[in-house]
């Protein structure tokens, strides 16, 4: 079922769930942690787990998950020396 999950699908998956993990334990552990520490006036949590969480963490796997294959293609491609022709 999973032999032909690349490499790169696990990493990322261990950036998100590591990065959830983390906080979810930060959060548990230091009393009172999400709301007292603040930054421009909102709770951190919301921060770092609303924007960096759900937007700019998804966008870097994502385009991780784009642009490693893409990578592993031409590097694979300049070894057989197979190139694109224009027809």
Not at 4 to 21: E, H, K, M, V
Not at 40 to 64: D, H, K, Q, R
Request: charged residues 15%; proline residues 6%; glycine residues 8%.
């Amino acid at each position: 079922m999973f032999k032909g999950l690349r490499p790169i699908f696990w990493i990322s998956l261990a950036i998100l769930y590591g990065y959830a993990l983390i906080f979810m334990l930060i959060e548990m552990n230091i009393p009172a942690a999400p709301y007292t520490l603040k930054i421009g006036g909102a709770p951190a949590s919301f921060l770092y787990g609303n924007f960096f969480g759900c937007l700019v963490l998804n966008l870097i796997v994502a385009f991780l998950l784009y642009w490693v294959p893409e990578q592993e293609e031409k590097k694979a491609e300049a070894s057989k020396g197979v190139t694109k022709s224009a027809s």
